[in-house]
């Protein structure tokens, strides 16, 4: 488990920061295990937040090449991270898990390129 | 609605009949399968990209050859590949997954072997007695590249070459840009299934209307084809090819819809929007012969199952490796690789996100099946399944295998 992410978000996304606690997670498998473990309302807020506001994220990360974003934006990176994670168990399934679905936590999944990396 | 393809009655060799269940557990069928399959034809191993440079090295593991092997790249640029086995004791010699080493050095007694397998340095060599350096190198196996995937063969006597081997798939792909695209990430799961009811799940269109009705929504389907029919296939001697229809006027969800703006490449569309268009200039006629085959702009991507156990997805703009690794009559390793360009913006890597959750969330509805399945094979219910012609490729594939073990040998 990696340690809490304590930077602020930039001032302009102020509004979102009640988010980072539980969603500038660094990893797929920690983003996911939140999914899982959030009730729906929590990920439909999460969702409802930041859908209007993925268009500035993403505008403002993209002044960094990637594996050059600083320290301080890292969650916001992240933050956008878990919106892409989360919005199927809002716009699909209505529910955290995959119904019927293999267990979350069996499947190993590797992230071999992120935008942390050059 | 089309005419009703007949692939089944179409494909020389193939009957009608249901299908057995034994195959799916029997230990006598699967110790053959090991000896007379995977014993004696190229499997997949990993990627040229995964080892650039003189001196990098990858680490596989084969678990039904019950093999580890190291596969290093030369002074020459060239690949070669050897157990991991210590010839004194048996000890495995490279415990690391990757690295860059000029030298292998166990770390039982220290002894070492060149980029090039042999015996370099034995400690205390004068206490052995007439040690024959030559036969006590690494043994080596065969390993040779397609596409930059790297293939390695077990079996005792030299096989036939790669490019014979794959046969009529061997220049399908040429131009393809697989060796362009970047490994994005990797999904490895064991389950208690047999490695042919895991490829079977995934050797058929039939089951996305129930299985992925949700997750998949109109991707798959439309009203002129409900059942996603697939477009097309091709049944070798033992490779096979089928290509999956993609609905063109799919929907997308907001989240999707992100996905394509940031990254440029839908998840599974078929990409034929001029967004897409406009960034990579594709279209079908620069395809190879083996990408969608049929030249439709209804297409969604093609599966490739080089025989035994590796499907090769090709797709516009991203492409998968997915084998099912037998371990025992009723337990499987799956390993899938997803393989994309490389994003060269931060909002690319977002957009890439979301690709990455639905493979996941996909993989979750297509490998729940399996273990349940598995599991009734011997309740006495039934002891044979039925298949329509949407699950061709799943007879064909037993078929082949049956008809191998019952060669003489």
Known sequence: MSEPISTPLPESFADLSGYVDAWAKPTFRERYRQRMDSPQAALVAFYQALLPRMDAITEHLNQYAPGEVPAADLPLYFLACSFMDIAAAVEIYEQPDVPLGLEWWRPELTECRTALDA | ?409
């Open chain 2, 1 to 409: 609605m089309a005419a009703q393809p007949d692939f089944t009655h179409a494909s020389p060799g193939l009957d009608t009949q249901p299908v057995p269940y034994y195959p799916y557990y029997d230990e006598d069928f699967f110790q053959q399968e090991i000896d007379r399959i995977f014993r004696r034809n190229w499997l997949f191993a990993g990627r040229e990209s995964d080892l650039p440079q003189a001196g990098d090295y990858i680490v596989k593991s084969f678990p039904p050859l019950k093999a580890s092997v190291i596969l290093a790249r030369q002074q020459d640029g060239s690949i070669r590949a050897f157990y991991n086995v210590c010839p004194h004791r048996a000890n495995r010699v490279e415990i690391s997954e990757c690295g860059h080493k000029n030298r292998f050095v166990c770390s039982f007694h220290g002894w070492s072997f060149g980029l090039d397998g042999k015996l370099k340095h034995v400690p205390d060599e004068q206490a052995f007695f007439d040690l024959d350096r030559e036969a006590r190198s690494l043994k080596s196996i065969a390993v040779d590249s397609w596409l930059g995937m790297l293939f390695v063969n077990f079996s005792p006597e030299p096989p036939a070459p790669l490019g014979e081997w794959l046969g009529e798939l061997q220049h399908a792909f040429d131009g393809y840009p697989l060796p362009q695209m970047t490994t994005m990430l990797k999904i490895r799961t064991e389950v208690k299934a047999n490695w042919k009811m895991v490829m079977d799940a995934f050797l058929e269109g039939y089951h996305v209307v129930q299985l992925h009705g949700q997750s998949a929504g109109d991707a798959f389907t439309s009203k002129e084809n409900p059942w996603g029919h697939l477009n097309s296939v091709r049944l070798y001697d033992r490779h096979k090819s089928l290509s999956m229809y993609g609905n063109p006027g799919q929907s997308a969800t907001p989240a999707a819809e992100l996905e394509l703006k940031y990254q440029q490449v839908a998840t599974y569309a078929p990409i034929q929007g001029d967004r897409y268009q406009q960034s990579h200039q594709t279209r079908w006629n620069d395809f190879p012969p083996g990408v969608n085959p049929d030249r439709r702009d209804d297409w969604a991507f093609d599966i490739h199952l080089l025989f035994p156990n590796c499907s090769f997805y090709t797709a516009n703009g991203w492409s998968v490796t997915q084998c099912y690794w037998p371990v025992s009559p009723e337990t499987s390793v799956i390993e899938a690789t997803v393989y994309a360009f490389q994003p060269t913006s931060v909002a690319g890597y977002i957009g890439f996100e979301h690709t990455k959750s639905m493979i996941f969330d996909v993989a979750l509805e297509d490998l729940s099946t399996v273990e349940r399945a598995q599991s009734n094979l011997r309740a006495g219910a039934f002891d044979s399944m039925v298949l329509s012609d949407m699950e061709v490729v799943v007879r064909h594939s037993h078929h082949v295998i049956r008809e191998l073990l019952e060669q003489d040998v």
